[in-house]
């Protein structure tokens, strides 16, 4: 069965600092991983998306590492801000015979506090 | 990038009753999909809408419950039928990028709260 699995699950960090999500996940076969930012009523928003061949993509303060070998994949954020204050979602995808599935993990709720 | 916007944005129904949600599309796309994010729990397809033809249920889910309607090729709606307290969550509308791009683009959602 597909999963994601995210940590933490909530994370409470003062402005300024940085962070890092942890995602692994056992989805076949790959296709690419994703990164969802999901403000406080609003819809996930996409950061990075990944293929297999690339282990490293920024989005200015956002830095996504995947390791496909081990199957995880990490969000890194630098200089948080208030805005960042979001759920966190790792998204990954798989692709058979053209069809591509989805798996949703649960997110990483981070809090920046002034 | 799509714009998409759904309504409406919040509800409070009571159980028995159902609930159709819109969803619009600033482009034309072929498939329209709609997900569930209960509470605390990642997002869950519920079913792809294909402008023309019937739309694809996901296992646990069934056209009785959540029939959809897909007019054209930017606009669907989804109803919740016959709700019940577990039926509350929010619900949203998301479309894939163009031809060869991996992005996918999701609505603001629909906050539905059954009493």
């Known amino acids: 069965k597909n999963q994601v699995e995210q940590s933490p699950q909530s994370l409470i960090i003062l402005e300024g600092k940085n962070c890092t999500l942890q995602?692994?996940?056992?989805?076949?076969?790959?296709?690419?991983l994703r990164w969802y930012k999901q403000d406080t009523g609003r819809g996930p928003v996409s950061l990075t998306i990944m293929t297999f061949s690339e282990n490293t993509k920024s989005n200015g303060r956002y830095t996504a590492t995947l390791d496909a070998d081990t199957k995880q994949s990490s969000l890194h954020i630098t200089a948080s801000q208030l805005s960042d204050s979001a759920s966190y979602i790792c998204v990954v995808s798989a692709t058979n015979f053209g069809n591509e599935k989805l798996t949703f993990g649960t997110g990483t709720r981070l809090t920046i506090i002034p | 990038s799509a714009v998409i916007s759904q309504k409406p944005s919040r509800d409070i129904c009571q159980r028995g009753t159902s609930l159709t949600i819109q969803c619009q599309v600033d482009?034309?796309?072929?498939?329209m999909f709609w997900y569930r994010q209960q509470p605390g729990q990642s997002l869950t397809l519920i079913a792809t809408a294909n402008q023309g033809s019937e739309a694809t249920y996901e296992s646990g889910f069934v056209i009785d419950k959540f029939p959809i309607s897909r007019p054209n090729l930017t606009f669907s709606t989804l109803t919740v039928s016959n709700m019940s307290p577990e039926d509350s969550s929010i619900y949203l509308c998301?479309?894939?990028?163009?031809?060869?791009?991996?992005?996918?683009?999701f609505g603001p959602g629909t906050r539905l709260t059954v009493t």
């Open positions: 998301s479309v894939k990028g163009g031809p060869g791009s991996y992005e996918q683009y």
């Open positions: 995602c692994n996940y056992t989805v076949s076969p790959f296709s690419n």
């Open positions: 482009s034309q796309v072929t498939m």
